[in-house]
């Protein structure tokens, strides 16, 4: 069963050393750090009824969510062994999510999500039951969501063309923009109060 899901599976490794695969990079990097950011608040809204959730950037991104599908398509080709698929499906996400964690936890002494409470869990960044998850999430991208995006983006490339640039920019901007308001806040949470009286 998990053979004839996984057969049809349509690879397309990007190349991403000249400024048209750097395009096309950043066209899906934007569109799934967007569909996590609708995943994460859509699974907020269900849980916990409420819609918005706390964010990394100002924008509607999820960087995680962009960066875990690139490495998969960069890494899955279409010799790759349906059981190899299956175990990057389970650690690039896994990994992503865990360094991710780790970096924003170190840098700005925040979690953005906390899987303390949740079994077989390491360190509040990653856990078992939400790894699972990601293999079936990727295989559902590998097996349908890419290849329609890779089409989508076939007929929106003239355009795409004109804007990547901007919209690089636009993250880039963000970002900094970002880490200054997390830093400002990280350093007004860890000031001391100060004695007027001396």
């Not at 809204?45 to 398509?73: D, I, Q, S």
């Not at 990994?95 to 409470?117: H, M, P, Q």
């Not at 939400?130 to 295989?139: G, I, K, Y």
């Not at 880490?179 to 949470?189: D, G, P, S, V």
Request: aromatic content about 20%; overall charge neutral; charged content about 10%.
């Amino acid at each position: 069963m998990i053979i004839s899901l996984l057969d049809g599976f349509k690879f397309q490794t990007p190349v991403f050393l000249n400024l048209q695969g750097a395009a096309a990079l950043l066209f899906y990097f934007t569109l799934y750090s967007f569909f996590g950011w609708l995943l994460e608040n859509g699974y907020n809204f269900f849980t916990r009824g409420e819609w918005t959730k706390p964010n990394f950037l100002y924008g509607p991104f999820k960087p995680m969510y962009g960066f875990a599908p690139l490495v998969l398509v960069l890494f899955i080709t279409s010799k790759t062994h349906w059981a190899v698929v299956l175990l990057l499906c389970l650690f690039i996400p896994t990994i992503v999510e865990y360094v991710s964690g780790a970096l924003l936890y170190k840098l700005f002494n925040r979690r953005w999500w906390d899987y303390t409470e949740t079994p077989l869990q390491l360190h509040g960044h990653i856990c078992l039951p939400f790894s699972l998850c990601w293999v079936a999430l990727s295989v559902i991208f590998l097996k349908w969501i890419h290849p329609t995006v890779e089409s989508v983006y076939e007929l929106f490339e003239p355009f795409w063309t004109w804007i990547w640039t901007i919209i690089a920019l636009y993250f880039i901007a963000d970002l900094v923009l970002t880490i200054r308001r997390h830093t400002l806040q990280n350093a007004i949470t860890n000031e001391e109060p100060t004695n007027p009286i001396q």
